[in-house]
């Protein structure tokens, strides 16, 4: 099945989750991109499309959002598709205020699988989040083999 993930990444953390997810599936680093770096034509015979961003302020990436907005109507239509964010943790800790806002409005993978199911994507694994320690990282401690797994839950 040929597969794409494409992800956007700041302090790359998600850029590393990407190619955990990359790696798993066994793709080659070709198969794994900067949604900035994508082709025209690419996604024509991509049958599995997954797109990982980092949530910022409650939602994805100012090039993740583009990339979304971009895609024409029905442009996925018989693709499968699956996202992913890389997210803080919220434990008890974290600020209520913060935790009420992370309760309203969510993270970046929901509203990503929601966008690429508008184009016409199937979406075929629950939308996951990766936790990302502190505001630059790093990954919390076993992250990239729970992304390993996730993706691994396709075959």
């Known amino acids: 099945m040929k597969t794409l993930v494409l992800f956007e990444s700041f302090f790359g953390n998600t850029e590393k989750v990407a190619r955990a997810i990359g790696s798993a599936l066994g793709l080659t680093d070709a198969d794994v991109m900067r949604v900035t770096e994508l082709k025209p034509g690419q996604l024509e015979e991509t049958e599995l499309l997954i797109v990982g961003s980092p949530t910022?302020?409650?939602?994805?990436?100012p090039d993740t959002k583009v990339f979304l907005s971009k895609l024409a109507s029905n442009s996925l239509k018989g693709k499968?598709?699956?996202?992913f964010d890389t997210r803080a943790e919220m434990t008890e800790k974290t600020p209520g205020f913060l935790r009420f806002m992370a309760g309203l409005f969510g993270y970046a993978a929901e509203p990503i699988a929601r966008k690429l199911v508008s184009k016409g994507g199937t979406q075929i694994l629950a939308p996951a989040g990766f936790?990302?320690?502190?505001?630059?990282?790093?990954?919390k401690e076993g992250e990239l083999e729970r992304a390993a797994a996730w993706v691994?839950?396709?075959k």
């Open 56 to 61: 910022r302020a409650f939602q994805a990436s």
């Open 80 to 83: 499968k598709i699956a996202a």
């Open 152 to 154: 691994r839950e396709i």
């Open 131 to 139: 936790i990302v320690l502190n505001s630059e990282g790093p990954l």
